[in-house]
């Protein structure tokens, strides 16, 4: 029995008969070159910071003259250089980039302050709010106070009740004068917030 299952194991194992392309290792590689496992790493020299562009020639005299000259001149005279040579090398001017639609984070700059402050000028929802009634027209306030809010009776008796009370939130401006015109009929005094 353990003879069959060691002739099994010997046949299964798959044998190559010719070698199928290049050998991957490089040690058989024509080109190999041993390295001398006592040799020390080369060492580079590397620039103080890489430039892209390779080695320049040094600046002329001209542009050396040039550059003491600017710096021999005032914070002011220094400031219109660049305008000036902008205009006398015909570069175009540039233009604004419209951060409107932008979401420009948290500090968003001057527009975005500006108009947050627009946004506060004006409001779109408004609450109503019960100030007082007349004892003699409780009835009619409750009716009213059922009919543009989902309570039930006694709910609305007792939110009139526990009058100045909020009757209603985030309404329109409209929806909101509407209300107080409908309490002021049935004989309430309301006010929008």
């Known amino acids: ?3 069959i299952a060691l002739a099994r194991s010997i046949r299964s194992r798959p044998t190559l008969t010719e070698v199928i392309g290049p050998l991957q290792f490089r040690s058989f590689q024509p080109d190999f070159v041993p390295r001398d496992p006592k040799a020390k790493p080369r060492k580079y020299k590397y620039p ?3 430039d892209p562009y ?4 040094p600046p002329s005299d001209k542009v050396v003259q040039l550059a003491e000259r600017i ?11 660049g305008p000036t040579l902008t205009e006398r090398l015909r570069h175009p001017k540039l233009q604004p980039i419209s951060t409107e639609g932008m979401d420009l984070g948290a500090e968003g700059g001057a527009a975005a302050g500006s108009a947050k402050v627009e ?6 929802a408004f609450d109503v709010k019960l100030e007082k009634f007349d004892a003699a027209a409780k009835i009619k306030v ?3 106070v059922r009919a543009f809010t989902t309570l039930g009776l006694k709910e609305a008796k007792d939110l009139v009740e526990k009058v100045p009370v909020l009757l209603k939130q985030g309404v329109t401006k409209e929806e909101a ?7 002021k009929a ?8």
């Not at 710096?71 to 250089?81: F, G, N, P, S």
């Not at 004068?177 to 309490?183: L, R």
Request: aromatic share 4%.
């Open 142 to 144: 409750i009716k009213e």
């Open 48 to 50: 103080a910071f890489y």
């Open 71 to 81: 710096a021999a001149l005032t914070v002011d005279e220094r400031k219109q250089i």
């Open 54 to 57: 390779g080695l320049r020639p």
């Open 177 to 183: 004068n509407d209300i107080i015109e409908k309490i």
């Open 186 to 193: 049935a004989g309430g005094v309301a006010v929008m917030e």
């Open 1 to 3: 029995m353990k003879l």
């Open 119 to 124: 946004e506060k000028k004006e409001k779109t």
